[in-house]
């Protein structure tokens, strides 16, 4: 695990599964209609139990680029921010990305969520750049966290190796941690 300190809040990126993580919440990386597919969003209908797809369908359809939020189900987290980066079976962008984040971030501060965990929104199934993505996604964190932000704890929980070096290197770019 890789950690840095940023205006009071503690920055971690670590490989694992975002599934376990007991925080305030967690973000799924959702497609627009909010169904729970594949990758992380498929991870967390299986362990979450059918009642996250069921609020989904409440909220669902949204825009690319937006959020929404539910309740977690069986998980050790108390809620699930679906960032909407793509379309069912279609392609993230540099903006979707970008503005899902920032929606999740504002949707963590109006409910007064002091921890979130976040996958690589639009870099799985989605195939935005691995190295751009990671990037956008602290960017984005920082520019929130200048902000009035309640969180206390962001972290980034990857898949495999790759994806963590490619966060720890947009940390250290972003956050200089």
Do not use: W
């Not at 305030?24 to 009642?51: H, Y």
């Not at 987290?77 to 909407?84: D, K, L, P, S």
């Not at 504002?106 to 199934?125: N, R, W």
């Amino acid at each position: 695990m890789t950690t840095t300190t940023y205006r009071g809040v503690a920055i971690e990126v670590l490989e694992s599964d975002i599934t376990e993580q007991a925080v305030d919440a967690i973000v799924n990386a959702a497609n627009n209609d909010l169904v729970l597919g594949s990758g992380v969003a498929g991870a967390i209908a299986r362990k979450g139990g059918p009642s996250i797809q069921e609020e989904c369908d409440q909220h669902g359809p949204i825009q690319v680029g937006e959020a929404a939020i539910t309740g977690a189900g069986e998980l050790p987290a108390r809620y699930v921010i679906h960032a909407a980066s793509m379309r069912l079976g279609g392609k993230a962008t540099a903006e979707s990305i970008r503005r899902s984040i920032a929606h999740s971030l504002l949707l963590a501060k109006t409910h007064g969520l002091e921890s979130i965990a976040l996958p690589a929104v639009g870099m799985g199934v989605a195939g935005f750049p691995l190295d751009e993505g990671a990037r956008l996604m602290m960017e984005t964190v920082k520019a929130h966290l200048d902000g009035d932000s309640n969180l206390r704890l962001v972290r980034f929980c990857l898949f495999g190796r790759e994806a963590t070096e490619a966060f720890e290197r947009a940390l250290q770019e972003v956050f200089g941690g």
